[in-house]
T-cell receptor, first 113, second 114 residues
Framework: QKEVEQNSGPLSVPEGAIASLNCTYSDRGSQSFFWYRQYSGKSPELIMFIYSNGDKEDGRFTAQLNKASQYVSLLIRDSQPSDSATYLCAALGGYSSASKIIFGSGTRLSIRP | DTAVSQTPKYLVTQMGNDKSIKCEQNLGHDTMYWYKQDSKKFLKIMFSYNNKELIINETVPNRFSPKSPDKAHLNLHINSLELGDSAVYFC?????????????FGEGSWLTVV
């Protein structure tokens, strides 16, 4: 069973601090990785994706990938109350459209003012 | 304009009924999906269609039947609804490009079976 594991949280971070969200995956064949943000009662929305080892930065967000350790993380700098949401990590198993994207169960992040 | 739209947004129905959820995407994507999100927030793929052809069919009861009349539409019909079918159903679409198959979700359909 191919899995994506996340700590369910809640993770509480003070406003302005760095929030660090972690994810591990079991399928070594996974090629691409995604972070989605889901507000309560809303649909998941893509924050960013990564497929190369190392860091990828987009504004206040940095995704980190370590394929050897099968580990993906998302750092949110200067956390804002609006960042409070559930963050879903996802892994894409291959290169074709028949590949499945497997989601983790999400980490609930709470930014306290 | 909403990229992936699905209707209805809320659906409350009795056990044993048959219901449908409709989905349309205007992104020009080749692939469409149905995902189910349960109360524990697990988002699980149910079906995937590529250019109207079924390519992923997870272990889903036969009571669930997807239909794709064209690549912009993917509907979900559910027969003999059960209490355990209560969940949020997300339609989504994607286009594989540059090693990435990024999924865009509709707003979800909240199904409650009573």
């Amino acid at each position: 069973q191919k899995e994506v594991e996340q700590n369910s949280g809640p993770l509480s971070v003070p406003e302005g601090a760095i929030a660090s969200l972690n994810c591990t995956y079991s399928d070594r064949g996974s090629q691409s990785f995604f972070w989605y943000r889901q507000y309560s009662g809303k649909s998941p929305e893509l924050i960013m994706f990564i497929y190369s080892n190392g860091d990828k930065e987009d504004g206040r967000f940095t995704a980190q990938l370590n394929k050897a350790s099968q580990y993906v993380s998302l750092l949110i700098r200067d956390s804002q109350p609006s960042d409070s949401a559930t963050y879903l990590c996802a892994a894409l198993g291959g290169y074709s459209s028949a590949s499945k994207i497997i989601f983790g169960s999400g980490t609930r992040l709470s930014i306290r003012p | 304009d909403t990229a992936v739209s699905q209707t209805p947004k809320y659906l409350v129905t009795q056990m044993g009924n048959d219901k449908s959820i409709k989905c349309e995407q205007n992104l020009g994507h080749d692939t469409m999906y149905w995902y189910k999100q349960d109360s524990k927030k697990f988002l699980k793929i149910m079906f995937s269609y590529n250019n109207k052809e079924l390519i992923i069919n997870e272990t889903v009861p036969n009571r669930f039947s997807p239909k794709s009349p064209d690549k912009a539409h993917l509907n979900l019909h559910i027969n003999s609804l059960e209490l355990g079918d209560s969940a949020v159903y997300f339609c989504a679409s994607s286009q594989y490009k540059d090693r990435v198959d990024t999924i865009y979700f509709g707003e979800g359909s909240w199904l409650t079976v009573v």
